[in-house]
């Protein structure tokens, strides 16, 4: 069994946690609010990244990666997130969503092939699920893939898929119907596999990126396939198994999304404190009035009880037990902190809090996705709800 609890990493998950959190401080926070301002994709941090071996955390040594785990990633995630969504984004949607699917579902000549691509920094992977018809109801999957010659044909679209058009994404891998196959009721449903289609590769298009409320230095883009042909040994994981092998990339990806969330919502709060220290009114710093102690106090037992929730998910999981519930309750329980949050550190900075260049403004722009991005609040109740019979 292993058994994570907040305040008490032991010595290896508290040296990671505070070199990531150094990095934060003295090269992620100076230059967060113009990449922000900018729309600017981080390139530079991110290879600084890639050579502190954070892309490769959860991977063995054996594929260039450092031999760490799940947890350990969440951590780091954490730290970034407290000054820059944006970067933790894209660290998150590499490893858990990008290099992962390959680890877990991958042939050994894939694993071999594609993760030394994508673990240094010096690339990125996507993670294609979604489409216009298919968000929550991802099983809805219209883009279609046919073998032909030996080669899959793949037409069809995705939509919002992060680091899917950077100058360093390799590859992508996308959810396809394959076929069909009967269902337990005798009804006939979609076969959807999962096709790993190369960065370059012909008729594969990027879109021009999305114009977000928030997140404005992570990389988001609509994707087109229009006759993309690709090796039939592209086929990631078993032939069908596409759509049940992504929610499992789903079910660990909501820890880390929890973490993401729980490391904005503790900016928030280190922010709020700091200013209302500083900041004065009617002759007294804006921190001795109870109506803004008891705000602040609110929001640290909001990233508490979130970053002890995503401790516990984490902890099931590296124990090989049943985690799909507490992955759930976190991502809904630490999302919802880091929206609550940031709405109450604007509220603490006054109108300071409603310019872009304050850390708490970008918290309020890029919170909100949280609650909506790899599964929605809705989705995590309707797992929870499953949990107990309803
Ligand atoms: C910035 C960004 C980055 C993203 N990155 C990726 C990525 O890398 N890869 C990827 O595949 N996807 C990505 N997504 C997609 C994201 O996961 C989806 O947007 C999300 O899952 C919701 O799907 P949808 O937008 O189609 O909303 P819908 O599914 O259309 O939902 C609309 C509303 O209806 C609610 N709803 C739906 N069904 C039910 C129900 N049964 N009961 C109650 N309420 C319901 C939802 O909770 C929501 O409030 C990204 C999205 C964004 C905005």
Redesign the pocket.
């Known amino acids: 069994m292993r058994t994570f609890v907040p305040g008490m990493l032991d010595d290896e998950y508290e040296s990671l946690r505070r070199t990531v959190a150094e990095f934060t401080d003295e090269e992620v926070a100076p230059v967060s609010a113009e990449l922000d301002a900018k729309h600017e994709f981080p390139y530079e941090l991110v290879a600084k990244m890639g050579d502190m071996g954070l892309f490769g955390l959860p991977f063995p040594e054996e594929h260039g990666g450092m031999g760490g785990d799940y947890f350990a990633l969440c951590l780091a995630l954490e730290e970034i997130a407290r000054e820059n969504q944006s970067l933790a ?1 894209t660290l998150e ?1 590499g490893v858990s ?1 990008g290099a992962m699917p390959i680890y877990r579902f991958g042939t050994e000549e894939q694993k071999a092939q594609l993760l030394p691509q994508v673990i240094d920094g010096r690339g990125l992977a ?5 489409e216009a018809e ?5 099983g809805g999957t219209r883009t279609r893939a046919v073998l032909e010659n030996g080669e899959w044909v793949v037409n069809g679209a ?7 058009g950077t100058d360093i994404t390799k590859f992508v891998t996308a959810t396809a119907v394959t076929g069909t196959r009967t269902g337990s009721d005798g009804s006939t449903k979609p076969e959807i596999s999962t096709i790993i289609i190369p960065n370059g590769t012909p008729g594969f298009t990027p879109e021009p990126a ?1 114009d ?1 409320v928030g ?1 404005n230095s ?1 990389d ?1 883009h609509p994707l087109t396939f229009e006759d993309v042909r690709v090796p039939e040994a592209n086929l990631l994981g078993e032939r069908g198994r596409g759509y049940a092998n992504f929610l499992r990339i789903l079910d660990e990806g909501r820890i880390a999304i929890a973490a993401v969330s729980v490391g904005a919502a503790q900016g928030c709060v280190d922010a709020s404190v700091q200013y209302a220290k500083e900041r004065t009114t009617f002759g007294k710093p804006i921190g001795d009035y109870q109506g803004i102690s008891f705000k602040i106090a609110r929001m640290e037992a909001r990233v508490q009880t979130a970053r002890a929730a995503y401790y516990a998910a984490a902890s099931k999981m590296e124990s090989g037990l049943p985690f799909k519930t507490e992955a759930a309750i976190a991502k809904m329980v630490a999302s919802e902190a880091a929206m609550d949050n940031a709405r109450d550190a604007t509220q603490v900075h006054g109108g300071y809090g409603f310019m872009n260049e304050y850390l708490v403004a970008r918290h309020y722009r890029d919170s909100k ?1 949280l609650e ?8 995590q109740q ?1 797992l929870i709800a499953r949990s107990l019979g309803l």
């Open positions: 984004m949607a969503l996507a993670f294609g699920l979604t298919a968000g929550s109801d991802a995705k939509s919002f898929i992060t680091n899917s999305y977000k997140w992570s988001t996705i909506i991005g790899e599964g929605t609040t809705e989705v309707m």
